[in-house]
């Protein structure tokens, strides 16, 4: 026998939602032959079945959202081959048993019922919710219980490690289940509420008079909720958004973020792209923007300064050789998502230019796959298209740094031919690097970035095409 689990479909992913199982109960499946296909708020891709075998059980529904890790489903060692094309009679369905009959009533003397003391009165009227005993399915703080099988090992801990009793916490899953954000907005409300000595139940609804929204906050941030106005909207967070949220907020909490910024001069790469942006586009069908000559002076860069290629592990510096080139993608401003270029320092210019169109074409059609989404050292965000001055990028964990390049525009600069100076229009952008400095220092991180400028603003671009 052996259990399908949910796999880890990207590094920032903590649940997948099933969208449909390409086998059923008593189907054959084939090594590496598709299983299912799973939604995440970064990618929809089919999942390869582990081993072959008999699919025995599915033990997640289609639409169904769970954690990474769950078991989804039971396969059995393949059957021996059959001349007859039925199915073996002995393969089990996965059913549930039939209930027991009630038992028969007992003769003996009922216990007397328990009394109940009216509650003492309070400042607040007490707000009471019936706990079910464990004949109903209830559960006490640890998991254990019928409606364990509803709660991810998430809830389950974040359950014990707040010794919260999940009868009181309103569902919101499917069937009822209960959600890590149900779990984190029920602390918030108990943050903020007036300490009492009588518990209170969370209503699953906002009653109209209340001065105040209090939805689950992303990222398990325990902020009082602000007041709402008349016309105030309430929009819930999207799955990309909360995963957005979360992850920045850990990436911040971990990383000693610091800051160095540059002017650098872009002529002599507007001078190449005005020069072949028509044959590009006719031999590449992409358009050539600034972007692939940044990644092309940050490749090469990084060989000299591999410490910024890295992250950081237990008390150690994890130093990476091999150079997988993030790019933030945005979603139609509705979220973003960073693909990565893999061995991008085996790329020209032009393969940059094409792996960078093609990642953000997947990106925005959500055809990435997993593996297109993980695995990144360095990462670069390009604001620059909207004429931004400076951009401070939050890094992109485990990584070390990330670099923003912002808006390249015409401006003055100062020249010097032949050893005279004049002034001269020259097209000039900000280069912004955050970076972790538990990794490197500041003079490290500002030697980068000068070698950075120093390629774009000489090379001899040229000679790529």
């Given at each position: 026998m052996a259990d399908i689990t949910m796999p880890q479909l990207g590094e920032t992913v903590t649940e997948g939602t099933i969208t449909r199982w390409l086998k059923q109960v008593g189907d054959e499946v084939a090594l590496d032959e598709p299983l299912f296909e799973v939604s995440t708020d970064k990618v929809d891709s089919e999942v390869p079945s582990p081993s072959a075998g008999i699919v025995t059980e599915i033990l997640v529904k289609e639409g169904e959202t769970v954690d990474v890790g769950a078991r989804l489903a039971v396969l059995s060692a393949s059957a021996a081959p059959s001349s007859t094309p039925q199915r073996p009679?002995?393969?089990?369905?996965?059913?549930?048993?039939?209930p027991p009959p009630p038992p028969p009533p007992r003769p003996e003397p009922q216990a007397p019922p328990i009394a109940v003391t009216p509650a003492p009165k309070v400042e607040e009227p007490v707000v009471t919710t019936a706990s079910p005993g464990p004949?109903?399915?209830?559960?006490?703080?640890?998991?254990?219980?019928?409606?364990?099988?509803?709660?991810?090992?998430?809830?389950?801990?974040?359950?014990?490690?707040?010794?919260?009793?999940?009868?009181?916490?309103?569902?919101?899953?499917?069937?009822?289940?209960?959600?890590?954000?149900?779990?984190?907005?029920?602390?918030?409300?108990?943050?903020?509420?007036?300490?009492?000595?009588?518990?209170?139940?969370?209503?699953?609804?906002?009653?109209?008079?209340?001065?105040?929204?209090?939805?689950?906050?992303?990222?398990?941030?325990?902020?009082?909720?602000?007041?709402?106005?008349?016309?105030?909207?309430?929009?819930?967070?999207?799955?990309?958004?909360?995963?957005?949220?979360?992850?920045?907020?850990?990436?911040?909490?971990?990383?000693a973020h610091a800051l160095v910024a540059m002017e650098t001069d872009f002529e002599n790469v507007d001078r190449v792209r005005r020069e072949f942006k028509d044959r590009f586009v006719a031999e590449e069908g992409v358009s050539l923007s600034y972007l692939p000559f940044v990644a092309r002076a940050v490749i090469d860069v990084l060989h000299k300064y591999p410490h910024l290629n890295a992250s950081v592990g237990d008390d150690a510096l994890i130093v990476h050789h091999d150079i997988h080139l993030g790019i933030a993608v945005d979603l139609a401003l509705e979220g973003l998502i960073v693909p990565v270029v893999h061995n991008a320092d085996g790329q020209s210019l032009r393969g940059l230019a094409r792996s960078i169109a093609d990642l953000a074409s997947r990106a925005r059609s959500r055809k990435l796959s997993a593996d297109d989404i993980s695995g990144g050292t360095f990462t670069i965000t390009n604001p620059g298209p909207f004429g931004t001055f400076i951009t401070v990028p939050i890094i992109a964990q485990p990584q070390v740094a990330i670099l923003s390049t912002d808006g390249v525009t015409r401006k003055p600069v100062v020249v010097s031919v032949?050893?005279?100076?004049?002034?001269?229009?020259?097209?000039?952008?900000?280069?912004?690097?955050?970076?972790?400095?538990?990794?490197?220092?500041?003079?490290?991180?500002?030697?980068?970035?000068?070698?950075?400028?120093?390629?774009?603003?000489?090379?001899?671009?040229?000679?790529?095409?």
């Open positions: 009679a002995e393969v089990p369905v996965a059913q549930a048993p039939p004949s109903q399915g209830g559960e006490s703080p640890n998991g254990s219980g019928t409606r364990g099988a509803l709660l991810s090992p998430v809830v389950r801990r974040l359950i014990a490690e707040n010794g919260i009793d999940p009868a009181v916490i309103p569902g919101t899953g499917l069937g009822g289940r209960i959600t890590r954000d149900d779990v984190l907005g029920y602390l918030d409300v108990r943050a903020t509420s007036k300490p009492s000595q009588t518990a209170v139940a969370v209503s699953t609804q906002v009653p109209s008079s209340s001065p105040a929204y209090s939805a689950p906050h992303p990222a398990g941030l325990s902020v009082p909720p602000s007041p709402l106005g008349v016309r105030d909207e309430v929009i819930p967070f999207g799955a990309i958004r909360r995963v957005t949220a979360e992850h920045m907020v850990r990436s911040i909490a971990t990383s032949d050893g005279m100076e004049s002034i001269a229009i020259h097209s000039v952008g900000t280069l912004a690097l955050s970076f972790d400095h538990r990794a490197v220092d500041g003079a490290y991180a500002a030697a980068f970035l000068k070698d950075v400028a120093v390629i774009i603003a000489t090379r001899d671009w040229k000679a790529e095409f």
